[in-house]
C-alpha cells in the first residue's frame, strides 16, 4: 500500500508564504512524476505544478516566478514553496505522485488527503 501525506497549509497573510511538503511511504519501488493540484470550494481540481523523478519542473501560469517546486528523492518528498500568496490562491493543495509499487511491480497515480491553504487579504 502506498501513502501521500502533506503537510504544511495553515493561514498566512497576502503576501506571505508557506512550504507544503507531501512524503511518500508505503510499498514503493520508484517514483516518477510528482505535483501539486489545487481546489478551491466549487472549483475543479487543478495543476499547479509538477516535477519529473530528474527534476524539470512546470508550472500553471497563475503561479509562475511566485512558487518553486522540488523534490528530495531520497526522502520520497516533495516540496512546494509558495511565496507572495494571494487570496485567490486559497484552497485545498493536494500531492500526486506516480507511484510504482514494490510487491506488484503495477505503476498508479495516488493523491493525498489534502491540506488546506487560506490567504488572508
Known amino acids: 500500500q502506498v501513502q501521500l501525506v502533506e503537510s504544511g497549509g495553515g493561514l498566512v497573510q497576502h503576501g506571505g508564504s508557506l512550504r507544503l511538503s507531501c512524503v511518500a511511504s508505503?510499498?514503493?519501488?520508484?517514483?516518477?512524476?510528482m505535483g501539486w493540484y489545487r481546489q478551491a470550494p466549487g472549483q475543479q481540481r487543478d495543476l499547479v505544478a509538477t516535477i519529473s523523478s530528474v527534476g524539470s519542473s512546470n508550472y500553471a501560469d497563475s503561479v509562475k516566478g511566485r512558487f518553486g517546486i522540488s523534490r528530495d528523492n531520497a526522502k520520497k518528498t516533495v516540496y512546494l514553496q509558495m511565496n507572495s500568496l494571494k487570496p485567490e490562491d486559497t484552497a485545498v493543495y493536494y500531492c500526486?505522485?506516480?507511484?510504482?509499487?514494490?510487491?506488484?511491480?503495477?505503476?498508479?497515480?495516488?493523491w493525498g488527503q489534502g491540506t488546506q491553504v487560506t490567504v488572508s487579504s
Open positions: 500526486n505522485g506516480n507511484v510504482r509499487d514494490s510487491r506488484s511491480r503495477t505503476t498508479n497515480r495516488y
Open positions: 508505503g510499498s514503493i519501488f520508484s517514483i516518477g512524476d
